[in-house]
């Protein structure tokens, strides 16, 4: 037999070695990284700014990004007039603004939100900086205006930050101080109806069956005496209580003189619904906000408001749950214009019976009626009404998404909607049509959300 020689294998011959750049001393950063990259992407545009700005009581650190996310710089201001037009100017200078993340823009940030919009930039509303985040990273102003402008650029924060120089505004600062009110005077009467219980015998006997207002009005005049006793205490402490609920209330007279005025001329279509009065329809318009068209949507509307129950399936279980976000105030004025409708209103308490036969509790049955209401009370916001009347006059249909019914709207309809809807309001027909449209579409409203609710009912259950 012959024998094969074995033969060696071929030795392994490495690729020729290529000179390598010198390493950073530094080491790499990310900002060079980034840089690496958008060299090789010459279809972005890297003079496009993204702005970041974290508020502050005294000053105001802003961030600057170009198109493809690198970092141009941070800076400091003075939260003054002329700390904006500084903060502006200086992202300017870097190239053409496209938007600002600003933080806070109904706190520390409001000044500079309403400078920005008044100045024609996109203004978008950040949230807090993610807290598992902040550990990897650290905190400070920096870091927090560059983490506002990165969400500004990825789209993370998209939301358009509200108009606060209309008269929505103006309600809402005056339920500030109307809220504050009616809350200390529940608690001095609670505080008064405490002492009451707990007064000597031949006082207590005289004021414990008084209905409130009877009572108010009787400790606030009674006489203590010179002489200083538990008895005589007792009397002056009723009586300085129910003087602080007969202060607080002539203060809500006179708050509310003032407010439902407001109230009626900023959104007519609204107050005239059943069961919505100033104080909650006021609460309504804070929570969707001066600028028409900030909320395009129902369904957007609902989900400000709390009442869109959100997914909460896995696997072979579909199930919704309930929302416990969104605008607590607007939830609360949607509560209980379903808890008076369901009192009053003889085609909610059809409804309510209905439910009822088919195994559903009443706390079911009042998160299916908030999800109507919210879109009942979306269809009559003002800004709604004079989009749909623009939609009309341009020939157009109705949104599907705002009205829940058949409809699509074109695109030059979108563009002309938004000038119209905007600052440039220069053309006096189009006013004078708009107008007589806004009522003719308000009348059409209320046939288009007559029918029943069957097409939130099985969600809104299943939270």
């Given at each position: 037999m012959r024998s094969v020689p074995l033969?060696?294998?071929?030795?392994?011959?490495?690729?020729?070695?290529?000179?390598?750049?010198?390493?950073?001393?530094?080491?790499?950063?990310?900002?060079?990284?980034?840089?690496?990259?958008?060299?090789?992407?010459?279809?972005?545009?890297?003079?496009?700014?993204?702005?970041?700005?974290?508020?502050?009581?005294?000053?105001?650190?802003?961030?600057?990004?170009?198109?493809?996310?690198?970092?141009?710089?941070?800076?400091?201001?003075?939260?003054?007039?002329s700390g904006y037009r500084s903060l502006l100017a200086w992202l300017r200078s870097l190239g053409p603004v496209e938007r600002i993340g600003v933080e806070g823009t109904g706190a520390y940030g409001v000044g500079?939100?309403?400078?920005?919009?008044?100045?024609?930039?996109?203004?978008?509303?950040?949230?807090?900086?993610?807290?598992?985040?902040?550990?990897?990273?650290?905190?400070?102003?920096?870091?927090?205006?560059?983490?506002?402008?990165?969400?500004?650029?990825?789209?993370?924060?998209?939301?358009?930050?509200?108009?606060?120089?209309?008269?929505?505004?103006?309600?809402?600062?005056?339920?500030?101080?109307?809220?504050?009110?009616?809350h200390d005077r529940v608690r001095a009467i609670s505080q008064l109806r405490a002492v009451v219980a707990t007064s000597p015998d031949q006082l207590r006997e005289s004021l414990r069956h008084l209905p409130r207002a009877r009572l108010v009005s009787t400790c606030g005049a009674l006489r203590p005496g010179a002489e200083i006793d538990v008895l005589s205490a007792t009397k002056h402490a009723l009586r300085e209580l129910a003087r602080r609920v007969q202060r607080l209330e002539e203060e809500l007279v006179r708050l509310d003189d003032v407010l439902e005025p407001l109230v009626v001329a900023a959104a007519p279509a609204l107050v005239a619904l059943h069961a919505l009065g100033p104080e909650t329809v006021g609460a309504l318009l804070v929570a969707a906000g001066d600028n028409p068209g900030r909320i395009r949507t129902e369904a957007a509307f609902a989900q400000l408001c709390g009442v869109a129950p959100l997914p909460a399936s896995s696997g072979r279980v579909v199930r919704h749950r309930l929302n416990r976000g969104g605008d607590r105030?607007?939830?609360?004025?949607?509560?209980?214009?379903?808890?008076i409708r369901m009192r009053t209103d003889e085609r909610t308490r059809a409804y309510v019976a209905r439910r009822t036969t088919e195994g559903l509790s009443k706390l079911e049955i009042m998160r299916c009626l908030k999800r109507f209401v919210a879109r009942e009370v979306f269809a009559h916001l003002p800004s709604t009404l004079e989009r749909r009347a623009t939609t009309e006059l341009l020939g157009e249909p109705l949104v599907a998404q705002e009205l829940g019914t058949p409809g699509v709207l074109g695109a030059g309809a979108k563009e002309a909607g938004q000038v119209v809807?905007?600052?440039?309001?220069?053309?006096?027909?189009?006013?004078?049509?708009?107008?007589?449209?806004?009522?003719r579409v308000l009348g059409q409203a209320e046939g288009a959300h007559n029918g029943d609710v069957a097409g939130t009912d099985q969600v809104a259950i299943e939270a």
């Amino acid at each position: 037999m012959r024998s094969v020689p074995l033969r060696a294998p071929p030795m392994y011959r490495p690729p020729p070695l290529v000179a390598a750049p010198p390493p950073d001393p530094k080491g790499p950063t990310v900002t060079s990284l980034l840089t690496d990259t958008a060299a090789r992407r010459p279809d972005v545009d890297r003079r496009v700014i993204i702005g970041g700005v974290d508020t502050h009581l005294d000053t105001h650190v802003a961030a600057a990004l170009d198109a493809r996310g690198v970092e141009l710089g941070t800076r400091s201001f003075p939260a003054d007039p002329s700390g904006y037009r500084s903060l502006l100017a200086w992202l300017r200078s870097l190239g053409p603004v496209e938007r600002i993340g600003v933080e806070g823009t109904g706190a520390y940030g409001v000044g500079l939100a309403r400078y920005l919009a008044r100045q024609g930039v996109a203004v978008v509303e950040v949230d807090r900086p993610n807290r598992q985040q902040r550990r990897k990273v650290g905190k400070s102003d920096p870091l927090d205006a560059l983490a506002a402008a990165r969400a500004a650029l990825s789209g993370a924060a998209s939301g358009q930050a509200k108009g606060r120089d209309g008269a929505v505004e103006a309600i809402r600062v005056l339920r500030v101080a109307r809220r504050s009110a009616a809350h200390d005077r529940v608690r001095a009467i609670s505080q008064l109806r405490a002492v009451v219980a707990t007064s000597p015998d031949q006082l207590r006997e005289s004021l414990r069956h008084l209905p409130r207002a009877r009572l108010v009005s009787t400790c606030g005049a009674l006489r203590p005496g010179a002489e200083i006793d538990v008895l005589s205490a007792t009397k002056h402490a009723l009586r300085e209580l129910a003087r602080r609920v007969q202060r607080l209330e002539e203060e809500l007279v006179r708050l509310d003189d003032v407010l439902e005025p407001l109230v009626v001329a900023a959104a007519p279509a609204l107050v005239a619904l059943h069961a919505l009065g100033p104080e909650t329809v006021g609460a309504l318009l804070v929570a969707a906000g001066d600028n028409p068209g900030r909320i395009r949507t129902e369904a957007a509307f609902a989900q400000l408001c709390g009442v869109a129950p959100l997914p909460a399936s896995s696997g072979r279980v579909v199930r919704h749950r309930l929302n416990r976000g969104g605008d607590r105030s607007a939830n609360s004025a949607l509560w209980r214009i379903v808890l008076i409708r369901m009192r009053t209103d003889e085609r909610t308490r059809a409804y309510v019976a209905r439910r009822t036969t088919e195994g559903l509790s009443k706390l079911e049955i009042m998160r299916c009626l908030k999800r109507f209401v919210a879109r009942e009370v979306f269809a009559h916001l003002p800004s709604t009404l004079e989009r749909r009347a623009t939609t009309e006059l341009l020939g157009e249909p109705l949104v599907a998404q705002e009205l829940g019914t058949p409809g699509v709207l074109g695109a030059g309809a979108k563009e002309a909607g938004q000038v119209v809807l905007g600052r440039e309001r220069t053309v006096p027909a189009q006013r004078e049509e708009l107008s007589a449209l806004a009522g003719r579409v308000l009348g059409q409203a209320e046939g288009a959300h007559n029918g029943d609710v069957a097409g939130t009912d099985q969600v809104a259950i299943e939270a």
